[in-house]
C-alpha cells in the first residue's frame, strides 16, 4: 500500500543530489523571474544554492531553539512534523522568495 501511496511518490528520494536538484531549481527559478522582470542588466546579488542551505542551517538551529522554549515541552513528534515542513517547504520555495523566519512560526503552528 505504501510504495503506491502519494507519499512515498512525492517525498520519498532516491539520493541527496535529487533533493539538491529541487533546490537548486528553486534558486534558479527565482533568479530567472526577477533578473527577467528587471532585465537582465540588473546588478543585483542573488544567493548561490549553496548559501541558501547555508542560512536554511542557520533557521534549523533557531527553529530547534523555539520549540525548545515552549512551556510545557512541546512533544517529541510536533518537532520533528515542524522539522519536516520546515524542509520540505524549501525543497521546492527559495528563501528569497518567503522568509525563513516566517515559514518557521508555521510551520511548528501547523505541526
Known amino acids: ?19 539538491n536538484k529541487f533546490r537548486e ?3 534558479r527559478s527565482f533568479v ?8 537582465e542588466s540588473s546588478t543585483l546579488n ?6 541558501e542551505r ?3 542551517g542557520y533557521f534549523e538551529v533557531k527553529l530547534a531553539e523555539f520549540c525548545a522554549k515552549f512551556e510545557p515541552p512541546m512533544p517529541k513528534a ?4 515542524s522539522f519536516h515542513y520546515f524542509k520540505r517547504f ?12 516566517e515559514i518557521l512560526v508555521t510551520a511548528v503552528y501547523l505541526a
Open 46 to 51: 542573488y544567493l548561490s544554492s549553496q548559501e
Open 90 to 101: 524549501y525543497l521546492m520555495n527559495s528563501i528569497m522568495d518567503y522568509h525563513p523566519k
Open 78 to 81: 510536533v518537532m520533528g512534523t
Open 54 to 56: 547555508d542560512v536554511l
Open 1 to 19: 500500500m505504501f510504495p503506491l501511496s502519494t507519499q512515498a511518490k512525492n517525498w520519498m528520494f532516491a539520493s541527496e543530489e535529487v533533493i
Open 32 to 39: 530567472h523571474r526577477h533578473k527577467s522582470s528587471r532585465g
Open 25 to 27: 531549481k528553486a534558486n
